[in-house]
């Protein structure tokens, strides 16, 4: 079983910056699109957060199942919540919709409200996708311990995150083996039949195995840390970070559409905007 | 062993090198675990998925303390959602959710502590405290309401927040005292 992190981006644009850029990219972006409503800037932000995706140099055929996958997942709870609402949310709570469409048998409406907010879901999260990717892919593993360090975590947290990353690959390793040694007595992991319980239980002789001996092994790697005076003093790190010109104009570029993103919210200049050819003649 | 001897005491809130260790495993554990099992999707709701290892969160919250409970929930669902498909920032209000649950778990032997005084009330209270934690903890789930306005309250309540609770309170009922009992007779062995 293989369960690392790849670092598609190698080489790209995006990669070469200091680590720390992709993270708060990502940061103010959630700030800054979390505000907006109105389909159009959106739509805008979107184009822009794909051009800053494309500088990542994600190899597409590796990805295009993860984009497919996302924008299925995407469409599907903002559809859900347009049934659910009728439209009647946010901007347009209390306002009287345009049905377009009654699903039977309950009589859930679609309506031109709701459809306008399904656009602004789907594009607010189509956006934090494209800056999220990034964040996943063109940040070397070994990197993003020094990174969170240097965004001013502490350095045992970070140590913390930088030994998860390390563990994931030996954990899954050990879980195949631990699948391996399961199957020769009996069991059966390709089995999916049944509910929530039912995959419960069969999972429990996989789980409980790896999960106490990955306990039990920790008091090596506890001793080891000890041992060597981990959190007696200060931490050095081997990679030394520094910000150059344009990552500091990038991060500016982020940290600006946060501002411009929150004045509009604060303003009421992004409210949603209902889809005209929706409600012709209004 | 040597932890305590560099200084480093072990109160509920402490950051030892045990919790940091503790922490990394219980967040990759979860983070491959996630991987596994994801997108198996919650018939009627969104965005949520079958996660019967859930129990791994409670269990790491209720064994090492609050702040293991909290890592393991949130450093494990940034880590699984990346390894997964999601980026990690898409779904950040989950990774805050799942390590506020874990963080709630880990305070119940606090509050606990005179009542477990055998295994089996460990585990019952681990089982208990589980449930409670993933109550109380994926409500902050509903910052949805704020940072996603179309969601309406009644949405996020119908597809999000009761069916990843049922989902995950079964799991923690089930699997955090499996591991209580399976951990216990372990730590005496390694002198925890």
Redesign the interface.
Known sequence: MRASFSFLGRGSWLASRDPRVPILAGLFFVVGVSQLRDSRQLAIVVALALGYYLTAGIPWRAVRLKWLYLLVVISFFAFFNTLISGGRTSTFSGAETHVLLTIPPFGAEISAEGVSLMLSQILRFAGIASISFPMAYAIAPGDFGVALRRLGLGDRFAVMIDLTIRFIPTLAGEFAETIDAQRVRGYDPTARKGGPISRLRRLAPIFVPVTVGSIAGAEDTIDAMDLRGFGVGRRTWLRHLTFGRVDVALIGLFVLFAVVATFLNVTGRSDHFLLPFLVPGE | ???M????SEGTWS????V??????G???Y???N???F??A?PWS??VS?R??YG?LT?FGFAFGPVVGF?TGF??NV?GD??S??????S?QWSVANGLAGLIAGLFPVWMASRMTTVTNRAITAAVGGVVATVIGFLFIFVEV???????F??IL??EYIPVII?NA??AA??TP??VL??EP?KEQ?GR
């Open positions: 062993m040597t932890t001897a560099m200084g480093q950051v030892t090198t045990r940091i260790v503790y922490a990394a495993i967040a990759a554990l983070a491959v675990f991987f596994i099992s997108g198996i919650v969104n965005e079958v019967p290892h791994l269990f890592l450093v494990g880590l990346q390894l498909n999601y980026g990690a920032f898409t950040w704020v940072t996603q306005q179309e969601m309406s009644n949405a119908t597809t989902v079964i799991a089930i699997v499996i591991l399976a951990w372990l390694i």
